[in-house]
């Protein structure tokens, strides 16, 4: 087989196993759609589709790649804070140092406390688009979907314990500037 035969045998062999489902696959097909492997041209709609296949299979390096795409924005792809916390948090709520600093970044440098839906559901409310007897149970969901500064503090300090050079630097900087009070770090 020519170089051209095994690009075209390759992007037949992870189309065939990302679309019956193997995760690994799918991230595969993701990150060769990202940069334009294999022959296929980059196509960051398509791999950002590949990557939340991945992602809602559990994937957390699905999560991490997509919160950072998101966060950052690139080629087609605008920024958009709150999707950006809605897969960081999923990695981050399985431990992973990168994923907490981003959501600790997210809180407390840009003021990002909930995901998409909820930011989608609090735009409503102030718009008046709610009916009224749905208005509680909005008010109720995005209340117990946000989370505060302290939340923020909390990923900051995880992250930093894992080991993450750049959080344990952030958070010395705020106990420094009096912005997180912590007993143990006073010693």
């Known amino acids: 087989l020519g170089a051209k035969e095994k690009k075209s045998e390759i992007r037949s062999l992870l189309a065939r196993s990302a679309g019956l489902g193997l995760v690994q696959a799918q991230m595969r097909l ?6 334009g492997l294999y022959g296929l041209r980059a196509n960051i709609g398509a791999s ?4 939340e296949e991945a992602a809602s299979q559990g994937l957390r390096s699905a999560n991490v790649e997509l919160g950072r795409l998101y966060m950052t924005g690139c080629q087609n792809l605008e ?16 431990q992973d140092a990168e994923a ?5 970044t997210l809180i ?5 406390t909930n995901g998409r839906k909820i ?6 409310l102030q718009q008046d688009v709610i009916d009224e007897y749905l208005m509680e149970e909005a008010q109720e969901e995005i209340s117990k979907n946000s989370l505060t500064r302290e939340d923020g503090m909390n990923f900051l300090r995880s992250s930093a314990l894992q080991g993450n050079v750049n959080a344990s630097f952030k958070l010395a900087s705020l106990i420094f500037h009096g912005e997180f009070k912590d007993k143990e770090s006073r010693r």
């Open 100 to 104: 907490q600093l981003a959501m600790a």
């Open 79 to 94: 920024r958009d804070y709150h999707r950006s916390f809605d897969f960081y948090k999923v990695a981050a709520q399985e």
């Open 108 to 112: 407390l440098d840009h003021n990002i």
């Open 119 to 124: 930011e989608d559901k609090k735009i409503s």
């Open 30 to 35: 993701a990150e060769c759609f990202k940069e």
């Open 48 to 51: 950002v589709r590949w990557m």
